[in-house]
């Protein structure tokens, strides 16, 4: 209705404006026809200046517009203020999605119809070993080259996972990757990788750790179970008696041993860290610890070792004291049970110079070969088997100090040679270290 009055008027005034300038009777037809044709040209070209608005321009600056025009570049400013606003909070929320993903120990690829990379986070690029930008657009194929992953992508039954090795894999330190693929939209696929390296470490350890403890309590049963039928069947002298008891008695124990550092392990692992809120004198548990050794040195019955206790600076020490006192005894009996008769052991605290504390046991035994050293601390590990058994070790001793030191926040380090003798330090942190000169 606004437009075509004002139509109207347009008209209206041209006619009367062509009267006022002639006499014949048709020049206000003519000036009125003329006044339309005019606003119809003004108004496309108000027209077309929206329209290109509409296309090209920014709701920050609209054109200059009257009557309808102005009402529907009004409408639309608004309406691209609301589109604009949508539009922000959507990208601020995809943003946001894309850090989630970026920060999950999840790899995610997003792989087009011909299996090249659209989108990839950090993680998977870490754990196939390409570069998130760089390899965009690039066939995952050419980047991953393992035949069992290239045999899963192009054989399209994605049911189960595929299991490749890390870009960081070596033959000491294994990597192993877990990969998904899933199809979405119109033949695109996701891609999720998984490291599951230590995953599958706890599961070896699982099967080892079952297989240990069966060994180990077997063969004891087995020579207990030997030696009662003997007794029950044969008529045997005195001493036969006595000797077999004796073999008896020291299966028994060994089992005994067996199943108390079992125990101990449970109870670490089910126990919280230890506070500081008990401190202990070094230098006494360290008396403490060397006495119990050579008192075990001469039980055994092989000759007598010399168990020193090195002087050193007296400090406290924050933590458990029964786990403490069990991996210091642990490292000293190692020693007493793997060096000859005779031979020295010392032990002692050091003071490092970041304010932490270490306990060492050094030794003049065979030594170990570096190749073993890496291993020492897991659970049943031995260097020697046969050798184990007749010093009466568990295999179980190293991983508890292992353990003990790690929930104290410290670490084991361990120094040997062959012919040189072996160095067993735990080292603990500053904060587990209280020094009397401070």
Same mark, same amino acid.
């Given at each position: 209705? =606004? !437009?075509? &009055?004002?139509? @109207?008027?347009?008209?209206? *005034? +041209?006619?009367?404006?062509? #009267?006022?300038?002639?006499? $014949?009777?048709?020049?206000?037809?003519?000036?009125?026809?003329?006044?339309?044709?005019?606003?119809?040209?003004?108004?496309?070209?108000?027209? =077309? !200046?929206? &329209?290109?608005? @509409?296309?090209?321009?920014? *709701? +920050?600056?609209?054109?200059? #517009?009257?009557?309808?025009? $102005?009402?529907?570049?009004?409408?639309?400013?608004?309406?691209?203020?609301?589109?604009?606003?949508?539009?922000?909070?959507?990208?601020?929320?995809?943003?946001?999605?894309?850090?989630?993903?970026?920060?999950?120990?999840?790899?995610?690829?997003?792989?087009?119809?011909?299996? $090249?990379?659209?989108?990839?986070?950090?993680?998977?690029?870490?754990?196939?070993?390409?570069?998130?930008?760089?390899?965009?657009?690039?066939?995952?194929?050419?980047?991953?080259?393992?035949?069992?992953?290239?045999?899963?992508?192009?054989?399209?039954?994605?049911?189960?996972?595929?299991?490749?090795?890390?870009?960081?894999?070596?033959?000491?330190?294994?990597?192993?990757?877990?990969?998904?693929?899933?199809?979405?939209?119109?033949?695109?696929?996701?891609?999720?990788?998984?490291?599951?390296?230590?995953?599958?470490?706890?599961?070896?350890?699982?099967?080892?750790?079952?297989?240990?403890?069966?060994?180990?309590?077997?063969?004891?049963?087995?020579?207990?179970?030997?030696?009662?039928?003997?007794?029950?069947?044969?008529?045997?002298?005195?001493?036969?008696?006595?000797?077999?008891?004796?073999?008896?008695?020291?299966?028994?124990?060994?089992?005994?041993?067996?199943?108390?550092?079992?125990?101990?392990?449970?109870?670490?692992?089910?126990?919280?860290?230890?506070?500081?809120?008990?401190?202990?004198?070094?230098?006494?548990?360290?008396?403490?610890?060397?006495?119990?050794?050579?008192?075990?040195?001469?039980?055994?019955?092989?000759?007598?070792?010399?168990?020193?206790?090195?002087?050193?600076?007296?400090?406290?020490?924050?933590?458990?004291?029964?786990?403490?006192?069990?991996?210091?005894?642990?490292?000293?009996?190692?020693?007493?049970?793997?060096?000859?008769?005779?031979?020295?052991?010392?032990?002692?605290?050091?003071?490092?110079?970041?304010?932490?504390?270490?306990?060492?046991?050094?030794?003049?035994?065979?030594?170990?070969?570096?190749?073993?050293?890496?291993?020492?601390?897991?659970?049943?590990?031995?260097?020697?088997?046969?050798?184990?058994?007749?010093?009466?070790?568990?295999?179980?001793?190293?991983?508890?100090?292992?353990?003990?030191?790690?929930?104290?926040?410290?670490?084991?380090?361990?120094?040997?040679?062959?012919?040189?003798?072996?160095?067993?330090?735990?080292?603990?942190?500053?904060?587990?270290?209280?020094?009397?000169?401070?």
């Amino acid at each position: 209705m =606004r !437009r075509l &009055l004002e139509l @109207l008027a347009f008209t209206l *005034a +041209a006619g009367a404006l062509a #009267a006022a300038f002639g006499v $014949a009777s048709w020049l206000p037809v003519l000036g009125s026809a003329v006044g339309a044709l005019l606003w119809f040209a003004f108004d496309a070209l108000r027209a =077309r !200046r929206v &329209l290109d608005w @509409l296309r090209h321009g920014s *709701a +920050a600056a609209p054109p200059l #517009a009257v009557g309808v025009w $102005a009402e529907v570049v009004e409408r639309a400013r608004k309406s691209f203020k609301i589109l604009n606003r949508k539009a922000r909070k959507s990208e601020a929320r995809l943003q946001e999605f894309l850090a989630a993903i970026q920060a999950s120990p999840i790899g995610v690829v997003l792989l087009d119809k011909s299996s $090249a990379i659209e989108w990839s986070n950090f993680t998977a690029a870490q754990h196939l070993g390409f570069d998130p930008k760089r390899d965009l657009k690039q066939p995952i194929r050419h980047l991953v080259r393992a035949p069992e992953f290239i045999d899963y992508l192009v054989q399209g039954d994605y049911a189960q996972a595929v299991e490749i090795d890390g870009r960081d894999a070596t033959p000491g330190h294994p990597q192993r990757i877990s990969i998904n693929l899933y199809l979405y939209g119109k033949g695109r696929r996701l891609m999720l990788t998984r490291e599951i390296t230590a995953v599958e470490l706890a599961e070896a350890m699982r099967r080892d750790f079952v297989a240990n403890v069966s060994h180990e309590i077997r063969t004891p049963l087995t020579v207990v179970s030997g030696f009662i039928e003997t007794l029950q069947t044969l008529e045997l002298s005195a001493s036969e008696r006595r000797e077999y008891l004796e073999l008896m008695s020291t299966q028994a124990q060994r089992m005994q041993s067996l199943v108390s550092d079992l125990l101990t392990f449970s109870r670490l692992e089910g126990s919280p860290v230890p506070g500081v809120g008990e401190w202990i004198d070094a230098q006494a548990m360290l008396q403490q610890v060397v006495n119990e050794a050579q008192a075990l040195s001469e039980v055994l019955g092989r000759g007598p070792h010399q168990v020193l206790a090195q002087s050193g600076p007296s400090f406290l020490i924050a933590g458990a004291r029964a786990e403490l006192h069990s991996a210091m005894s642990n490292l000293l009996n190692n020693a007493v049970r793997h060096t000859p008769a005779g031979a020295q052991v010392r032990a002692g605290w050091t003071l490092n110079n970041d304010g932490g504390a270490g306990f060492y046991v050094s030794d003049d035994g065979p030594g170990i070969e570096a190749e073993h050293l890496p291993r020492l601390t897991e659970r049943f590990y031995r260097v020697d088997r046969s050798r184990s058994r007749e010093t009466g070790g568990t295999g179980l001793g190293l991983a508890i100090v292992k353990h003990v030191a790690q929930r104290h926040g410290g670490l084991v380090q361990i120094e040997s040679a062959l012919g040189q003798g072996s160095t067993f330090r735990i080292i603990l942190p500053p904060s587990r270290v209280l020094n009397h000169s401070d």
